[in-house]
């Protein structure tokens, strides 16, 4: 059983920056791949980026590729997602998901986060 808080969301304008943290607890952090997914009102939930157990393997959307980095801190058991160049379009809440297989497909992952608001302002 892997319990997972986001953190670090908030309003910035668009241009900013945002790093947000996914704490896990359970000693078998290490084991899991972990992603972040996003779900903006009225749309579908989507992928963002995911990290194998190790951090060798990282995916990205497309949309988010070259502004935004996935890593992870195995010692302190937290993912992180560091956004840059944050536009509009990237306003959602924002879900961290740990699962034993790196993946694109939310369906891949069993644990999820209660989620962190995200909001660019134009």
């Known amino acids: 059983q892997v319990q997972l808080v986001e953190s670090g969301g908030g309003l910035v304008q668009a241009g900013g920056s945002l790093r947000l943290s996914c704490a896990a607890s359970g000693r078998t952090f290490s084991s899991y791949a972990m992603g972040w997914f996003r779900q903006a009102p009225g749309k579908e939930r989507e992928f963002v980026a995911a990290?194998?157990?190790?951090?060798?393997?990282?995916y990205y959307a497309d949309s988010v590729k070259g502004r935004f980095t996935i890593s992870r801190d195995n010692a302190k058991n937290t993912v992180y997602l560091q956004m840059n160049s944050l536009k509009p379009e990237d306003t959602a809440v924002y879900y961290c998901a740990a699962g034993w297989m790196i993946s694109v497909a939310g369906k891949a992952y069993d644990y999820w986060g209660q989620g962190t608001q995200v909001t660019v302002s134009s």
């Open positions: 990290i194998s157990w190790s951090g060798g393997s990282t």
